[in-house]
């Protein structure tokens, strides 16, 4: 249980406990609606971050091939 609370105190450093209420509020509609267990805060929030992340990911350029191409021309 210490470790669930653990996470829990990180994520309300990062957020108000209106912030809190909202997000559990979000959580147990999805679940509901999904008909299935409502997952940990912490999951949740981790899964926002990924989405996130992966949405605004862009391809970095390789400065190794854009050489190559350079000396081919």
Known sequence: MAIKENLKEKIQVLLTPEDMQELNIIIMRKAISAKTRPEPISLYVRSLIKENIL???VE???YV???IKKIKK
């Open 65 to 67: 091939k854009e050489a």
């Open 55 to 57: 949405a605004n990911q």
């Open 60 to 62: 970095q350029p390789s």
